[in-house]
């Protein structure tokens, strides 16, 4: 029954790929949505192919080889050391039901990841460029932090290293923190869209779709329940039976984060924001994302009230005060709940009488995020950009990445964009 179960929990993640494509080409350009559509398929299919080949040798899982080394009297375990062009999945070699069900799980965990910089490079990130990034974070990024959590790595074994409980993840930290991190890096080396700090005030451009969107948002509802399920199964043993409960808490953390924006943004500008609601929705679905079925209804509710206000907040403070331009809010939604979420884990999982040395786990693993895998992220994307540069030139920028990258729009019987009157 568990496998069973785990496979078709495995087969919903698609689901998830589909919804944030929706809404991140929803929140764009309408001169841009075919380019945002495409970039998705691109990098799912060379995420899939690179993880396999590459990645999963340094990704690793719980029992199989692994490169470690000894410092201060602890052996630290680093990084996996399977061995590559996917050998270890080869119809002549023996393998087992666990391997093979992380790695097809991780192939759409890693495509996930890859996703989320497509929405903060929203209209101006080239295809190349993608491509390029969503390969570099197949084969080094996600399977660093993925081994560190997942596969028996120095996180999941805090316990011999610093005699602290082990650093949980049930996918906020290693899936979606990790791409609302490259979502920031690729802000920061983009720069604004053409038009968006005219005269030094941020200017709005709305999104062109919003029905995308929030149909987006329900798609999403049954990827993410997936998703949580499958990685609360392979990676930490959670039996079958518990999935309901997996998915009563990402409905009740998704309603939470929903409610929050619909609330504040009624409060603060007298009507409800659509496209705000909706990524509080996906912010509730981030941050429940930590809990592997082990935090209660409440705590749900409340992790997911906490996301959406946070991203009301953040949203604005990275538009109007520190001037990135994030069209979905990839970077407040998927890096800020993600956060939030492991960090109300330790807060509200049992913790066996030691709440203080759960907290501080999960804080290790925070810090080990922004202290190590951001500057990895953002090192790695400047060196990439002098190869293969990331923003396409000013006339594309405003011409749109459906002409510009593939020649055709996606609603060619527009004939004016209304950010056309926006000045330059």
Not at 189 to 201: D, F, H, I, S, T
């Amino acid at each position: 029954m568990n496998l069973a179960v785990c496979l078709l929990c495995i087969l919903l993640v698609p689901l998830a790929t589909a919804g944030l494509a929706l809404i991140h080409q929803g929140l764009g350009r309408s001169r841009s949505a075919a380019h945002a559509m495409f970039a998705t398929l691109c990098a799912l299919s060379i995420t899939a192919i690179v993880f396999v080949l590459v990645g999963f040798s340094w990704a690793g899982y719980a029992g199989g080889a692994a490169h470690t080394f000894h410092l201060v009297g602890k052996d630290w375990n680093v990084l996996g050391a399977e061995p590559f062009f996917a050998a270890a999945l080869a119809p002549t070699a023996q393998k087992n039901h666990y391997v093979l069900f992380a790695v097809a799980l991780q192939i759409f965990s890693v495509g996930i990841a890859s996703l989320i910089p497509i929405s903060a490079g929203s209209d101006r990130w080239r295809l190349v460029s993608i491509c390029a990034c969503s390969a570099l974070l197949a084969a080094v990024v996600y399977p660093l932090f993925s081994h560190w959590v997942w596969g028996m790595g120095w996180l999941a074994g805090l316990t011999t290293v610093f005699g602290l409980p082990p650093f949980v993840d049930g996918g906020a930290g290693a899936v979606q923190v990790i791409g609302g991190l490259a979502a920031l890096s690729v802000a920061w080396v983009l720069g604004p869209r053409q038009g968006k700090y005219a005269e030094g005030n941020a200017t709005a451009i709305p999104g062109h779709h919003i029905v995308f969107v929030l149909f987006g948002c329900l798609l999403a509802l049954a990827g993410w329940t997936g998703l949580d399920a499958a990685i609360a199964m392979i990676f930490y043993g959670v039996n079958a039976t518990q999935v309901a409960s997996i998915a009563i808490a990402a409905m009740l953390s998704a309603a939470g984060g929903c409610l929050a924006a619909v609330a504040i943004t009624q409060w603060r500008y007298r009507k409800p924001d659509a496209s705000l609601s909706a990524n509080g929705w996906i912010a509730g679905l981030v941050a429940g994302s930590a809990g592997c079925g082990l935090i209660s209804p409440l705590a749900a509710i409340f992790i997911g009230l906490v996301a959406g206000a946070l991203v009301t907040l953040l949203v604005e403070a990275l538009e109007l005060r520190l001037y990135i331009d994030d069209p979905g809010g990839a970077i407040s939604v998927h890096a800020g709940a993600g956060l939030w979420g492991l960090l109300a884990f330790g807060l509200f999982a049992p913790a066996n009488g030691n709440r203080g040395g759960l907290i501080l786990s999960q804080l290790v693993g925070i810090a080990t995020l922004l202290g190590l895998m951001l500057p990895l992220i953002h090192l790695s994307h400047l060196v990439l950009n002098r190869f293969v540069r990331f923003r396409v030139d000013a006339d594309g920028d405003w011409q749109g990445m459906d002409i510009r990258e593939l020649g055709a729009g996606a609603y060619p019987e527009f004939v004016i964009h209304a950010d056309e009157f926006v000045p330059r």
